[in-house]
Nanobody
Framework: QVRLVESGGGLVQVGDSLRLSCAAA????????VGWFRQAPGKEREFVVA????????RYPDSVKGRFIISRDNAKNTVYLQMNSLKAEDTAIYYC???????????WGQGTQVMVSS
């Protein structure tokens, strides 16, 4: 069993930074990809970025490129999302998820709320 826990969300101002953490409270990340997703109010969940166990990342969408950075500490079973120059449109619940051997994201955290106030 794998249980993921996100933390680090909160209420910030436009232009501020936050660092989200995703920890494997039970189980581990192992050799599997871990991704960050977000769901804004009234919108569908969208993929943000993922990272392999070797630290290779997917491309960032234009909406966060140059502002968000994903990283991973395998020894701590933790994945981070550094979010800089936050915008109001970054307001969302942020989720992390871990892939399984079949390639799908099976294990999800409960989410952490990020609110960016202008």
């Amino acid at each position: 069993q794998v249980r993921l826990v996100e933390s680090g969300g909160g209420l910030v101002q436009v232009g501020d930074s936050l660092r989200l953490s995703c920890a494997a409270a039970e189980g581990s990340f192992g050799i599997y990809d871990v991704g960050w997703f977000r769901q804004a109010p009234g919108k569908e969940r969208e993929f943000v970025v993922a990272i392999t166990w070797r630290g290779v990342t997917t491309r960032y969408p234009d909406s966060v490129k140059g502002r968000f950075i994903i990283s991973r500490d395998n020894a701590k079973n933790t994945v981070y999302l550094q979010m800089n120059s936050l915008k109001a449109e970054d307001t969302a619940i942020y989720y992390c998820a871990r892939k399984v051997s079949g390639g799908e994201y099976k294990y999800w955290g409960q989410g952490t709320q990020v609110m960016v106030s202008s």
